[in-house]
């Protein structure tokens, strides 16, 4: 039985069809790479699937279980957690203020939170920042806090939204290695992501989505050869 599986997927707001027809599933120890052109409807699956907005068909199956419709907090008790393409940590509260406030989902008391919070801090090289202040940080690290705060509800698969994004060539070399080692640590990952060197690097497959609909799935040197992936980037008559 696969991890996550999405069968059927869609999402109309009034007339528009941002989402259909999505359908894929999501071994244990896979890293899956979502891409498209802008407006594809990548950050739409990212919502259905972690429950920020109810699908308008379809359905989401976590480890067997239909968590199709669940609210956010329930999907992240169930080991989903996702972060958003704008990073969103409480600014005024410490570095690690920010994780163990994430840790309590798990842990009762605050010590234990704590020191969860740490650990996970130690894990992504964060550690001389944890008395910090979030907004003291470069962009990277918040990037990085954002998934230490993931981490701290212990999630089977990540979803990250654009963790590159506004990143110089070293920042996403160190992104890599940190997804591969997530993978590594037993945590299945979805990421959206335009920088197309780090997709072929580190994602076991690629789905394309074009305008709501996948276009294609499979081995990213697959992928990028697909006449239709390239005629969904580059427009009809350029390949």
């Given at each position: 039985?696969?991890?996550?599986?999405?069968?059927?997927?869609?999402?109309?707001?009034?007339?528009l069809?941002?989402?259909?027809g999505?359908?894929?599933?999501?071994?244990?120890?896979?890293?899956l790479?979502l891409?498209?052109?802008?407006g594809a409807?990548?950050?739409?699956?990212?919502?259905?699937m972690?429950?920020?907005?109810?699908?308008?068909?379809?359905?989401?199956?976590?480890?067997?279980?239909?968590?199709?419709?669940?609210?956010p907090?329930?999907i992240?008790?169930?080991?989903?957690?996702?972060?958003?393409?704008?990073?969103?940590?409480f600014?005024?509260?410490?570095?690690?203020?920010?994780?163990?406030l994430?840790?309590?989902?798990?842990?009762?008391r605050?010590?234990?939170?704590?020191?969860?919070?740490?650990?996970?801090?130690?894990?992504?090289?964060?550690?001389?920042?944890a008395?910090g202040?979030?907004?003291?940080?470069?962009?990277?690290?918040?990037?990085?806090?954002?998934?230490?705060?993931?981490?701290?509800?212990r999630?089977?698969?990540?979803?990250?939204?654009e963790p590159?994004?506004?990143?110089?060539?070293?920042?996403v070399?160190?992104?890599?290695?940190?997804?591969?080692?997530?993978?590594?640590?037993?945590?299945?990952?979805?990421?959206?992501?335009?920088?197309?060197?780090?997709?072929?690097?580190?994602?076991?497959?690629?789905?394309?989505l074009?305008?709501?609909?996948?276009?294609?799935?499979?081995?990213?040197?697959?992928?990028?050869?697909?006449?239709?992936?390239?005629?969904?980037?580059?427009?009809?008559g350029?390949?």
């Open positions: 039985m696969a991890l996550l599986e999405v069968t059927d997927l869609g999402k109309n707001f009034g007339g069809r941002a989402v259909s999505l359908s894929f599933s999501l071994e244990a120890d896979e890293i790479g891409i498209g052109p802008n409807g990548k950050t739409t699956a990212f919502n259905l972690a429950g920020f907005i109810p699908p308008s068909s379809g359905e989401v199956r976590l480890a067997g279980r239909n968590i199709t419709g669940l609210k907090h329930a992240v008790k169930l080991g989903v957690a996702r972060t958003f393409q704008v990073v969103k940590p600014r005024k509260l410490s570095v690690l203020e920010n994780v163990t994430a840790a309590f989902l798990h842990c009762r605050r010590d234990e939170a704590m020191a969860e919070a740490r650990r996970i801090l130690a894990l992504l090289d964060l550690t001389d920042k008395e202040a979030a907004s003291d940080l470069t962009l990277a690290q918040q990037k990085r806090l954002e998934i230490a705060r993931c981490l701290a509800t999630p089977k698969i990540l979803f990250l939204d590159m994004g506004g990143l110089n060539a070293t920042e070399e160190a992104a890599c290695d940190l997804v591969l080692r997530l993978r590594r640590d037993g945590i299945a990952v979805i990421l959206v992501e335009h920088h197309m060197q780090a997709i072929m690097r580190i994602s076991d497959r690629v789905l394309v074009h305008h709501g609909v996948p276009i294609a799935d499979g081995r990213p040197e697959a992928v990028v050869r697909n006449p239709e992936v390239i005629r969904a980037y580059l427009g009809e350029k390949t």
